[in-house]
């Protein structure tokens, strides 16, 4: 009894919140979301606006991420299915699966082999009880039969190494049998029909035509198959030359323009819109066109619109990715500070074993040091081809004391280090829907006031000294490392659905059209 109230009071608290999410189920409201983003490609030098140095984005609680599912997919529980490639069993199955060997090379029983040519098939009479089928076929190639009704039809002609033809007769001496009594002599049929010699030469094209030089046969495509899984622990040495790849993805370089998903009408979650669904590409097309824009990113999405509090915003990012060459330059960074710490090492040690060498007077202690101070210019600007008689006559002006072999070498001089950018994407923010009685968007971007490809170009810039003198102790001339700026984007608008509305930048542009979308109806369940 009491189990019984029990489960009747349990029953009752939760029916009011099931209802309540059904209820709230059935009332949401379904956007399709579609926005362009592009850069202006104007002079920015003419602005007369001032932007901040810096700016950071607002932080989100929750944030849905779909451009990340889209291009990096959660790859793991496909990489466990995968056979690793060092297993003993991997290279044996992708042989058997992959090569279509011959039928020749699997085993085949005596009916089988009967099976491949049954009109071939020769008559046991026609050949003798207990006569070997290989000696006859071999007899069969060099012996000349003679005409059937001639009594001498027992004798052969055969051709010796003289070329001269010399009858032989059948029957074996009996001092040549007593010589050789482990030869078994061959009994040959006295009378072979047309019939019969037509069967024998038709068994030996067949014969040639299986025993013939085989090929294998691989298929035009690599099956997945082929794919196998490298043990963690290699990887692992790989990745440190290599930091760009992951164990279980890659990185992306650069998002691609158009988005394409996979729609799914059952889906009850935020998820991205497939090409067919998206209606502004007439748009993008004249952005292509346009001098003075590049479309960067063409997206759509289908979602809930929520209250404001509820509501979660979209990350959203286009362009370049920043961290990839920041990471191939930090590496190479790295190699060069090792490179030079043991070039430094090794001058030290060279510098001394020069100070360990007798020395008898202070000009022989000024030779060497000279010496020393020539190798390591020359070691320097090992590229200098020109102008090769003034950087001696400039030297030769020096003071050449025994403190240059004090200072540090030239080739211990460490580069600029390069710095870390300041977002991950050429444009990177948040996009945002909500309901107040009306639709309104809150859009928060940030980008970069300079791509990567103009960034490539300062740094190629030619920096010319204001002095004709080489001076090869100064660093003036040395590249300095140039930071892209981060240039605000913020919109928050009441929106029409259905409407293309545009928003306008000096660095970039945003074109968003929102459109109500109906989910259909399940369909009824038949009842069995």
Not at 147 to 166: E, I, K, M, P, Y
Not at 175 to 192: E, F, W
Request: hydrophobic content about 35%; proline content about 6%; charged content about 20%.
């Amino acid at each position: 009894m009491k189990l019984t109230q029990l489960f009747l009071c349990s029953a009752v608290l939760t029916f009011p919140l099931t209802l309540n999410a059904t209820t709230q189920e059935n009332n949401d409201r379904w956007f399709d979301v579609e926005i362009i983003l592009f850069s202006q490609l104007a002079d920015k030098s003419q602005l007369k606006e001032n932007f901040p140095d810096s700016s950071e984005l607002p932080k989100h609680r929750r944030v849905e991420d779909l451009l990340s599912r889209y291009l990096n997919p959660d790859i793991r529980t496909l990489k466990q299915l995968l056979p690793q490639c060092d297993s003993p069993h991997y290279v044996g199955d992708l042989a058997k699966k992959n090569a279509k060997l011959p039928a020749l090379f699997s085993e085949k029983s005596l009916a089988q082999i009967s099976q491949l040519a049954p009109e071939l098939s020769v008559s046991n009479q026609a050949i003798g009880l207990g006569q070997d089928s290989t000696n006859l076929l071999d007899s069969s190639n060099n012996v000349t039969q003679f005409s059937a009704n001639n009594d001498t039809a027992s004798q052969h002609v055969f051709t010796d190494n003289t070329g001269l033809n010399r009858e032989i007769s059948s029957t074996v001496p009996e001092n040549s049998a007593a010589g050789n009594s482990d030869i078994n002599t061959i009994a040959l049929p006295t009378i072979l029909s047309d019939k019969e010699r037509a069967n024998i030469q038709r068994l030996v094209l067949a014969a040639e035509q299986e025993f013939q030089r085989l090929k294998f046969q691989y298929p035009a495509k690599t099956e997945s198959i082929l794919l196998c899984r490298i043990d963690q622990a290699y990887f692992a040495d790989y990745q440190v030359e290599n930091p760009d790849f992951d164990y279980y993805g890659f990185a992306v370089d650069k998002v691609p323009l158009l988005i394409d998903g996979q729609e799914n009408i059952d889906n009850n979650k935020t998820h991205l819109l497939s090409k067919n669904s998206l209606q502004l590409n007439d748009i993008i097309q004249d952005l292509r066109y346009s001098k003075n824009f590049r479309p960067m990113l063409h997206m759509g999405w289908r979602q809930v619109a929520r209250p404001e509090k509820q509501s979660v915003p979209v990350k959203v990012y286009a362009g370049d990715n920043f961290v990839i060459p920041y990471q191939k330059q930090l590496t190479k960074f790295n190699d060069q500070k090792n490179q030079q710490k043991s070039h430094l090492l090794t001058d030290t040690s060279k510098k001394n074993l020069l100070e360990s060498l007798p020395v008898q007077n202070q000009t022989e202690q000024l030779q060497q040091a000279k010496k020393a101070r020539l190798e390591q210019i020359i070691a320097q600007i090992a590229q200098v081809n020109e102008n090769t008689d003034e950087l001696l006559a400039a030297l030769d002006q020096q003071d050449l004391s025994l403190k240059l072999t004090d200072q540090m070498p030239l080739a211990a001089t460490e580069n600029t280090p390069p710095i870390a950018p300041i977002q991950q994407w050429f444009i990177e923010g948040f996009f945002n829907i909500h309901l107040k009685h009306y639709l309104f968007i809150t859009a928060d971007f940030n980008i970069l006031d300079n791509s990567l490809a103009e960034l490539a170009t300062a740094k190629l810039a030619p920096r010319l000294p204001t002095d004709a003198n080489v001076n090869l102790n100064s660093t003036e001339n040395a590249s300095t490392p140039i930071q892209a700026k981060a240039i605000r984007f913020q919109q928050n608008r009441r929106v029409i659905s259905g409407e293309v509305h545009y928003f306008d930048h000096p660095y970039m542009g945003m074109i968003v059209q929102i459109r109500p979308y109906t989910k259909p109806e399940p369909e009824p369940k038949e009842s069995l």
